[in-house]
């Protein structure tokens, strides 16, 4: 009796090893598969990932475009004003400074 323990024991641990090695290449050829599709994948990720980074890239560079755009047109503005300023009270500044703004508040 002892001995047939064994052999189904060894019955047993023969099967476990048989479905071991089963599930082992089983793994194996999912794992080839996912690699493969992974491969097929991430050239085209790749190349979607560039596009999309010369897009930002573009847009980065049309905003500061514009942002410079922007400066100027409000720089030049600002001089405009300040030669307005110039003109109607012989001031240069465009903003009183706080010693003009509180001179003016004492003269009204």
């Known amino acids: ?16 090893a048989a479905q071991h090695a089963e599930a082992t ?9 996912v690699e493969k599709a992974l491969a097929d994948v991430l050239p085209e990720a790749q190349k979607h990932r ?22 100027e047109d409000l720089s030049a503005r600002l001089s405009m004003l300040e030669e307005r300023e ?3 009270s ?5 903003v009183p400074t706080e010693a003009q703004a509180s001179h003016e508040a004492e003269a009204q």
Request: aromatic share 2%.
């Open 1 to 16: 009796q002892r001995l047939r323990q064994v052999e189904d024991l060894v019955k047993d641990a023969a099967l476990m």
């Open 25 to 33: 290449v089983s793994l194996g050829a999912r794992m080839e598969a």
């Open 50 to 71: 560039d596009e999309a980074a010369a897009r930002v890239k573009a847009l980065e560079d049309g905003l500061r475009k514009e942002f410079a755009h922007i400066c």
């Open 86 to 88: 110039l003109s109607m």
């Open 90 to 94: 012989g001031s240069v500044a465009l």
